[in-house]
RNA sequence: GCCCGUGUAGCUCAGUAGGUAGAGCACCCCCUUGGUAAGGGGGAGGUCAUCGGUUCGACUCCGAUCGCGGGCUCCA
């Protein structure tokens, strides 16, 4: 007998060979009749499995994440069956489910096209239609090999290769097989075919490896309902409308320019403007925090990077250097070597330590061409750059800071989603540094992260070879991180650039080395930040935050007064004098998101008022100045996300 | 870099079985001076991304290059 403990805590004791299924129709007729899958021992399991052993089991029904998981993987299955009716002759490759959908990879001898997929859209709705039951069954890898080598599936028998143990397991659904861990639903008919949607065709390597072949990907998204997929589906336009390039268009933020070069942003008034307010902000707070802003070179000589050892590990991200009276000079990638010249002009005793130094630098780095994207991934970008150098002894309170500076910068502009990660020590004796100092500096890391209470994730091995690191990424409308922070530590160039600084003992010692950012970049921080508001900056970052719209020409005069009043006050103010009518400079200021506008006209002028209208098309009808300036700074100083003052 | 798609006025887009192009918005001029999301009229603006090929003739077909988009890989 096998004991089988429930989620209420209570137990049941089945026979051996009982199937998850049968468990749940012990438990009542209805569970077993919507189960998709089940969960043992906190992993995922065919219905149609036999109870491994003892066990806690939870069955999953509808609504829960793990059954949409299952949904979605079927639905690839079942697109996998139907492109296979259509081309024969395609060998599969994997076919998963993702975080919104699925995607099946394959290899076929002819490009797939658009209408290629409204074609293979019918075949799933005859697969679905047709109730197939999905069987599983498990097979020794043997007879797993003659089954895939009969069938030409050479992508499945090196899957097959990889796969430890000494059975596999396969799903059978009509003519359609495929090597598969599950778990899947019962029969093809159980996924809703108004539910599905196929979205695109990309290329992707075959295992993610760019020497391997380049199969065809089609992606694909299942939900329970067809209200779901809507809903779905609306999200995408919306975040569409929010494209950070689109919006940069339209609001006349930034360009970039095919005679300039691909990814390099040019900022127009109104988007530097933003970068401006942006770049006051960070250097207010680092003045604040202790640190020492410096400038640092473009370029440097090839014996800097040498030293650096950039040459050596990061030479493909780098530009062909220039030649200057006959010296390679190199465009910086990084800031950090220069830093670190900065600190080594001078002995540093251990009492001036923390030093934190700090820059926003401008660095070039090559991106592959296909790579770049917007202002979120370029080739010339600016890193709000910051080294903390400092003792063994402070490196867990300057980890805690720093950590809550970026998590307080990233909340100030409004980001409330946040993935956190923890990347330890790279397998495969890749790191420098003695393992110590590496539990050491992870230790702190994770401290920080435990002490704040932040959920995170650890990423085993995903440091850099210089040493740990925390990275913050902050989500995009489309669900897409986007790293921002990160807390770096480096046991590779104290060494490299032999700092030390004097200890209580006389002697000299190594410092520890922190590189820290905390927007990431100012191009990528603006491209979320424009898609986390949709252009519609909270009013301290709006580039215009009033315009002031005379109703005729005979109140140019006030409303030029007026302007000029509100920029003395601080606030970025313009004057629409254009010779349209009143509406249609609403209209104006609208699209361009100002968050004031400032209607004057007899009244007002008569009044030394304006006639108050918000972006989001709230009316606050006529108020003297003073009243909408108290207000309207209140709102700005305070940084508030609000455009008004309730 | 690789796979697929794409590139027409400042912007958004029509268009041609291959015979050198059109709209709306924006811009300029004129009329209108109007109370909370587009007043009316007129005008100017394009070697149809670039280079090469096929053709009597290419914006249209083919190739290459560059850019852009969706992915793969990589990162701030």
């Excluded at 939900?223 to 390039?245: F, I, N, S």
């Excluded at 410096?294 to 440097?300: C, D, E, M, N, S």
């Excluded at 990233?410 to 990347?423: K, N, P, S, V």
Aim: hydrophobic share 40%.
């Amino acid at each position: 007998m096998i004991r089988v403990t429930l989620l209420d805590g209570s137990a049941r004791d089945v026979e051996e060979g009982t199937s998850f299924l049968e468990v749940a129709e012990g438990i009542s007729p209805r569970l077993a009749k919507t189960a998709v899958c089940a969960r043992w021992n906190g992993e995922l399991h065919d219905l149609r499995e036999p109870v491994p052993g003892d066990g806690a089991l939870a069955v999953i029904g509808p609504g829960e994440p793990e059954a949409l998981e299952t949904l979605r993987h079927t639905a690839s299955h079942i697109m996998a069956q139907a492109i296979k009716r259509q081309f024969p002759k395609v060998r599969l490759g994997i076919g998963p489910a993702i975080e919104e959908g699925f995607y099946y990879d394959l290899d076929l001898p002819t490009p797939l096209v658009e209408e290629d997929l409204e074609k293979i859209a019918t075949g799933m709705r005859e697969v679905i239609a047709a109730d197939l039951p999905i069987t599983r069954k498990d097979l020794s890898k043997a007879e797993a090999r003659a089954l895939f080598e009969k069938r030409g599936e050479t992508y499945k028998l090196e899957l097959l290769e990889d796969i430890e143990g000494e059975t596999v397991s396969v799903y059978e659904q009509g003519e359609f097989v495929d090597l598969c861990r599950g778990p899947h639903l019962r029969s093809t008919g159980a996924l809703r075919a108004d539910a599905v949607k196929l979205l695109s065709i990309a290329g992707a390597y075959w295992r993610g490896d760019e020497k391997r072949p380049m199969l065809q990907r089609v992606y694909g998204t299942a939900w329970e309902k067809a209200k779901d997929l809507e809903q779905y589906l609306w999200r995408l336009e919306e975040a569409a409308k929010r494209d950070h390039r689109k919006v940069g268009k339209e609001l006349d933020l930034f360009s970039i320019h095919e005679e300039g070069g691909a990814g390099l942003i040019c900022w127009h008034p109104k988007g530097a403007r933003l970068r401006r307010t942006i770049e006051e902000f960070w250097y207010a707070e680092h003045d604040r925090r202790g640190y020492e802003i410096v400038a640092t070179p473009h370029i440097g000589k090839e014996q800097l990077w040498t030293i650096s050892g950039h040459l050596g590990f990061y030479r493909e991200n780098m530009y062909s250097p220039m030649d200057i009276d006959g010296v390679d000079y190199f465009i910086k990638p990084m800031n950090c070597p220069y830093q670190i010249l900065i600190y080594k002009t001078r002995t540093h005793s251990y009492r001036e330590l923390p030093m934190r130094m700090a820059e926003l630098g401008t660095v070039y780095r090559y991106e592959r061409s296909g790579v770049l994207h917007g202002l979120l991934r370029v080739r010339g970008f600016t890193i709000d750059d910051g080294h903390i150098f400092c003792r063994p002894d402070q490196v867990d309170e300057e980890i805690r800071s720093v950590y809550d500076f970026a998590v307080g910068m990233l909340t100030t502009f409004g980001f409330r989603e946040f993935d956190i990660y923890l990347a330890t020590r790279p397998h495969a004796g890749k790191a420098v540094g003695e393992p110590e100092r590496w539990e050491q500096a992870t230790a702190a890391l994770r401290a920080a992260l435990d002490a704040r209470g932040l959920p995170y994730k650890v990423d085993d091995g995903g440091g850099a070879f210089y040493g740990p690191k925390i990275d913050i990424k902050v989500k995009d409308t489309l669900g897409r991180p986007w790293q921002c922070s990160t807390i770096q530590f480096d046991f590779n160039l104290p060494e490299r650039f032999d700092m030390t600084y004097i200890g209580e003992d006389g002697a000299e010692h190594r410092p520890y080395m922190v590189h820290r950012a905390l927007l990431g970049s100012l191009e990528r921080f603006i491209g979320c930040l424009i898609e986390q508001y949709g252009g519609a900056f909270p009013v301290w970052l709006a580039p215009v935050q009033a315009v002031v719209i005379p109703i005729a020409d005979r109140h140019n005069e006030y409303a030029a007064n007026l302007a000029l009043h509100l920029r003395d006050a601080g606030l970025r103010a313009q004057v629409d004098d254009s010779g349209e009518r009143m509406n249609s400079k609403i209209r104006a200021a609208q699209l361009n998101k100002v968050p004031y506008m400032l209607v004057v006209g007899d009244r007002e002028a008569e009044s030394e008022g304006a006639s108050v209208r918000l972006r989001t098309g709230e009316d606050k009808g006529t108020m003297k100045l003073d009243l909408f300036l108290q207000t309207a700074k209140g709102i700005i100083d305070s940084k508030s996300l609000e455009v008004w003052a309730a």
